[in-house]
Nanobody, 128 residues
Framework: QVQLVESGGGLVQAGGSLRLSCAAS????????MGWFRQAPGKEREFVAANRYSGSSTYYADSVKGRFTISREDAKNTVYLQMNSLKPEDTAVYYC?????????????????????WGQGTQVTVSS
């Protein structure tokens, strides 16, 4: 079992930055594909960013490409989402997710069904 705990959310003005963290425990996630998703009020959860392991290709939603960066620190068993140039439409609860064995597959990481473990989410609010 893997437990994921997100942190780093908060209230920020448009144009500002936040860095979200997703700390994993229970197992080493270095070979887990990791993803970030978000869910705004009244909307479905949507893909934000993902990668299969440190140094692998990364994937981003078009809406965040060039502004958000996913990264990992294997020594800390942690995944980050650096969010720059934030917009009010980025307001949502942000979730991290882990796909066991994801480093060894080519499953579509934009698909929520791929992931085995989810965190509880952290709120990001961007004011205009």
């Amino acid at each position: 079992q893997v437990q994921l705990v997100e942190s780093g959310g908060g209230l920020v003005q448009a144009g500002g930055s936040l860095r979200l963290s997703c700390a994993a425990s229970g197992r080493t996630i270095s070979r887990y594909a990791m993803g970030w998703f978000r869910q705004a009020p009244g909307k479905e959860r949507e893909f934000v960013a993902a990668n299969r392991y440190s140094g692998s290709s990364t994937y981003y939603a078009d809406s965040v490409k060039g502004r958000f960066t996913i990264s990992r620190e294997d020594a800390k068993n942690t995944v980050y989402l650096q969010m720059n140039s934030l917009k009010p439409e980025d307001t949502a609860v942000y979730y991290c997710a882990a796909d066991q064995g994801g480093a060894y597959t080519n499953y579509n990481l934009q698909n929520m069904a791929v992931y085995d473990y989810w965190g509880q989410g952290t709120q990001v609010t961007v004011s205009s």
